[in-house]
């Protein structure tokens, strides 16, 4: 299967402030990538869907002016969430889609603590 | 309704013991069938993949689909305390995956 990274692995931020995750595709190209977010003990929860050279597709309910997601390269997407606040602190994880079946490939995930 | 249902446990059986995982959902347009397992704080990572009902092996590891009645199961045979962790079902819906909530799971030495 694909490897993929995720950078940082953790991060702790203050209320306001801009936090990037970049999500890598360590060993081949990836057109689309896929962020989730995954609040404690409950499942993943797709947040966008990260397309090489054009825009993200978000899911409903979730705010694009706040989470800006970049697909700057066949192998990195960045998510940035703008103005932190507590209520996003989470789990973000992102995954890589297999180019002939259905699976997908998760990054080890990014806990992000506003404080 | 959820699309998927899935018990969040915890569900605590001693090692060696039988553990049955299970899942149902709602949408009859499923076609593929994931469990992931995932540790504390890791990113999830696939276990078992199947395409269509029946039974598929790897290991100690039993994936059952039963389309007629939206049912999905994992069977984990001669368990381990490092099979402890949470174990998500996972199915496609239009090119993204539903995933359940997640069953806890923890083996008791």
């Known amino acids: 299967g694909a490897v993929v990274s995720q950078h940082p692995s953790w991060v702790i931020c203050k209320s306001g402030t801009s936090v990037k995750i970049e999500c890598r595709s360590l060993?081949?190209?990836?057109?689309?990538m896929f962020w989730y977010r995954q609040f404690p003990k409950q499942s993943l929860m797709l947040m966008a869907t990260?397309?090489?050279?054009?825009?993200?597709?978000?899911e409903q309910g979730v705010e694009k002016d706040k989470f800006l997601i970049n697909h700057a390269s066949l192998t990195l997407s960045t998510l940035t969430v703008t103005s932190a606040h507590p209520e996003d602190s989470s789990f973000y994880i992102c995954?890589?889609?297999?180019?002939?079946?259905?699976?997908?490939?998760f990054g080890p995930g990014t806990r992000l603590t506003v404080l | 309704q959820k699309e998927v249902e899935q018990d969040p446990g915890p569900l605590s059986v001693p090692e060696g013991a039988i553990v049955s995982l299970n899942c149902t959902y709602s949408?009859?347009?499923?076609?593929?069938f994931m469990w992931y397992r995932q540790y504390s704080r890791k990113g999830p990572e696939l276990l078992m993949y199947?395409?269509?009902?029946g039974n598929k092996e790897d290991g100690r590891f039993t994936a059952q689909v039963d389309k007629s009645s939206k049912y999905i199961s994992l069977f984990i045979r001669d368990s381990q305390p490092s099979d402890s962790a949470t174990y998500l079902c996972?199915?496609?819906?239009?090119?993204?995956?539903?995933f359940g909530s997640g069953t806890r799971l923890s083996i008791r030495p």
């Open positions: 995954s890589v889609p297999a180019a002939t079946n259905n699976e997908q490939f």
């Open positions: 060993d081949f190209q990836a057109t689309t």
């Open positions: 990260s397309n090489e050279g054009s825009k993200a597709t978000y």
């Open positions: 949408n009859s347009a499923f076609q593929y």
């Open positions: 199947t395409y269509s009902s």
């Open positions: 996972a199915m496609n819906s239009a090119s993204k995956i539903i």
